[in-house]
């Protein structure tokens, strides 16, 4: 759901699957936002229009184990 419009919800994946991206992604997630690719809103996190461009790069690094 990263690369939709409505972005991630990290409360869903907290309740559903136990897994606190933040947490687990911290440092990916801080470069992402520095990098204005990504942006946090409450529990949400969603791509910028240039975040969009690496879309299935950024998925790949923040939730491929």
Do not use: P, W
Not at 7 to 21: A, F, R
Not at 23 to 52: C, F, H, P, V, W
């Amino acid at each position: 759901s990263l690369r939709t419009s409505e972005g991630c919800d990290l409360s869903y994946l907290k309740e559903k699957h136990q897994y606190d991206l933040i947490e687990d992604q911290e440092k990916a997630i801080y470069s992402m936002k520095n990098n204005s690719l990504l942006i946090q809103e409450d529990e949400k996190i969603r791509l910028t229009t240039r975040g969009k461009l690496l879309a299935d790069q950024l998925a790949a690094d923040l939730f491929i184990v």
